[in-house]
């Protein structure tokens, strides 16, 4: 079998085991990428001398009897806006295209701790800002499963590229569903951390209060695996909190007999696909067939989730994104002009249409007059929307609902249209406005597009997530599918 179809665990086993070098591995991927990236285009760089390099020290490791990590010869692929030593992070952004960064974000250490090796950067959304990576500055990446649709966004070319098997893992982020959107777009494993869980120094703002870095992996246990390397304290994040690291693929395999799960009504509502619906209450139908013991619960202030999600977000964004001035790095116009005409000018043409669009819009919810009508309320109703969840965990252990009201959509129908890619995140926001785990994985397909749930938990709890997620994994009958290209 190629190295290029195995699984992250697999890979890490068998070059510990000397059944293949980790440089084999690197090379399978690399021929893989060469072969697939004009149509799937998920990379922004790929880093093919350094990585060669990273992969023959491991076999010498190897070769010479001593300790390898847990990601041994592992391909991982990381966001472009997560900070590589050396390497272009340019958030798929004209205004950073050449930012080169000094330090590496500790998820990166923590996976190179480990032996794993960062195989390139993948396409985006522009500073995160989207559901489709249709908003890049390198132009859009495609879903494997249908070349001619999205891979949803803004994590787009990270799950495209574990989808089209051009790495195993893949490190995404997580603001308003960015993580879980394109999982499930794509047919994959994502998992958005509880807020404090994953560090985030080295990752470049969009919303601080609300962003998490997260991995993306083929399968359950593969993304339990690089969580359980990239979680844990940092005392260089001020919202890292001081938990110790574990291991999470030690919860999986347990049964699911009288586990609590609750459906959310709210989210299985007006506008969701019937595909989408009927495939989610199959799940739920299937997890009880297996022993748990599901429910339906109704939390209706998450109503108010999306408009309270997008006025906290754009006007963070705003704040984060006044620091490109055209001055100190990044993009600067090539026109002779004073301070202030510089400063405008830079942003006018570094920003792309989107970026700018979320930047005037939460510039105007925090401006005199208004931040107490729109961004002191959004933080009020994002209290209640955690304080709700709470109630809910009461009476449940673990929640269930589509990762995505619809089916991936065609490139080209909806960019045009802001309102209705908002509405897009419509299931995915509540849980970062509460700061809850959620683990989104593949409940289906429908006319060959896969179709993602997503099992919410309780803070700090993502062991029980990933232990639906690889429970209803290994009961699929569609377990190992994966797209045509």
């Known amino acids: 079998m190629e190295p290029y179809k195995l699984g992250a665990w697999e890979i890490s086993q068998k070059i510990r085991n000397r059944e293949l070098t980790a440089r084999e591995c690197i ?12 149509k799937v285009k998920a990379y922004v760089s790929v880093l093919r001398e350094a990585v060669l390099k ?39 952004s004209k205004i950073l295209e050449n930012f080169v960064p000094p330090y590496d974000a500790t998820v990166v250490e923590r996976i190179e701790a480990e032996d794993g090796i960062v195989i390139g950067k993948t396409n985006m959304d522009e500073f995160a800002m989207g559901s489709s990576t249709e908003t890049s500055y390198f132009g859009p990446t495609r879903n494997p499963w249908d070349l001619s649709r999205v891979p949803g966004g803004s994590s787009g070319g990270s799950a495209a590229a574990v989808s089209a098997q051009e790495a195993p893992l893949a490190l995404g982020s997580d603001t308003g569903g960015s993580i879980r959107c394109p999982a499930s777009f794509c047919g994959v494993v994502g998992l958005k951390p509880t807020y404090g869980l994953v560090s985030r120094y080295g990752l470049i703002a969009y919303a601080n209060s609300l962003e998490q870095i997260g991995p993306l992996a083929r399968g359950t246990y593969d993304c339990a695996l690089l969580l359980s390397v990239i979680g844990g304290y940092d005392e260089r994040d001020s919202t890292s909190v001081n938990r110790a690291p574990r291991d999470y693929t030690r919860s999986l395999g347990k049964d699911l007999r009288g586990l609590k799960v609750g459906v959310l009504r709210e989210l299985i509502g007006l506008g969701t696909d019937e595909a989408v619906v009927k495939a989610v209450l199959e799940c739920a139908s299937k997890l009880e067939e297996m022993g748990a013991l599901c429910q339906e619960i109704s939390l209706p202030v998450l109503s108010y989730a999306l408009p309270a999600y997008y006025l906290i977000a754009m006007s963070e964004a705003s704040s984060n994104l006044a620091r490109y001035d055209g001055v100190r790095y990044g993009y600067r116009t090539e026109v002779d002009l004073d301070w202030n005409q510089v400063f405008s000018k830079s942003r006018r043409e570094g920003f792309g249409a989107e970026v700018k669009r979320r930047i005037i819009l939460g510039t105007y919810a925090l401006s005199a007059g208004y931040y107490d009508r729109f961004f002191l309320k959004s933080l009020k109703v994002a209290t209640l929307i955690k304080r709700s969840f709470e109630k809910a965990f009461q009476q449940v252990d673990v929640l269930l609902a589509p990762t995505m009201p619809l089916l991936p959509f065609r490139l080209g129908e909806k960019i045009d249209n802001p309102l209705a890619l908002y509405m897009c995140d419509v299931d995915t926001v509540p849980v970062n406005l509460a700061g809850l785990p959620a683990v989104s994985f593949p409940c289906g397909f429908h006319q060959g597009l896969p179709i993602g749930a997503q099992v919410i938990a309780p803070p700090f709890r993502e062991d029980l997530a990933l232990q639906v997620s690889f429970a209803y994994e290994q009961a699929a009958a569609f377990k190992g599918r994966t797209p045509t290209l």
């Open 54 to 92: 990273k992969a023959e020290k491991i076999d010498k490791k190897v070769k010479r009897g001593e300790r390898v990590g847990m990601l041994a010869g592992v391909a991982v692929a990381v966001k472009d806006n997560i900070c590589t030593k050396g390497v272009k992070t340019t958030c798929a």
């Open 27 to 38: 090379v399978s991927f690399l021929s893989r990428i060469d072969s697939l990236e004009p």
